[in-house]
């Protein structure tokens, strides 16, 4: 297994992951523990951090091609909608 990184949250003496871990019951781990200075809420993309992290580089380069063509179609119909200088002058 690859190491992941995941956001926890220690109350009552146990770390509670903020997502499911993919591990099975009883599984033994090493736990590197770093303070997140902000208390800000993670923002939806942001609380994905670490997910990725055990994909191989096919795999990522899959995801970032998949990435670059959803930029383009909202780019595309941003455009549509509202012309080609919405993103240099807004409003």
Same mark, same amino acid.
């Given at each position: 297994?690859? #190491?992941?990184? =995941? %956001?926890?949250?220690?109350?009552?003496?146990?770390? $509670? &992951?903020?997502?499911?871990?993919? !591990?099975?019951?009883?599984? #033994?781990?090493? =736990? %590197?523990?770093?303070?997140?200075?902000?208390?800000? $809420? &993670?923002?939806?993309?942001?609380? !994905?951090?670490?997910?990725?992290?055990?994909?191989?580089?096919?795999?990522?380069?899959?995801?970032?091609?998949?990435?670059?063509?959803?930029?383009?179609?909202?780019?595309?119909?941003?455009?549509?909608?509202?012309?080609?200088?919405?993103?240099?002058?807004?409003?």
């Amino acid at each position: 297994m690859n #190491t992941i990184t =995941v %956001q926890a949250v220690y109350r009552g003496g146990v770390l $509670k &992951p903020a997502t499911q871990l993919n !591990l099975p019951e009883g599984a #033994t781990v090493e =736990v %590197q523990v770093t303070p997140v200075t902000s208390f800000a $809420k &993670p923002t939806a993309f942001g609380s !994905l951090a670490g997910i990725w992290s055990h994909l191989i580089d096919a795999d990522l380069d899959r995801l970032e091609q998949g990435l670059a063509e959803i930029r383009r179609q909202s780019a595309e119909r941003l455009e549509v909608r509202y012309g080609s200088d919405h993103h240099r002058n807004p409003g």
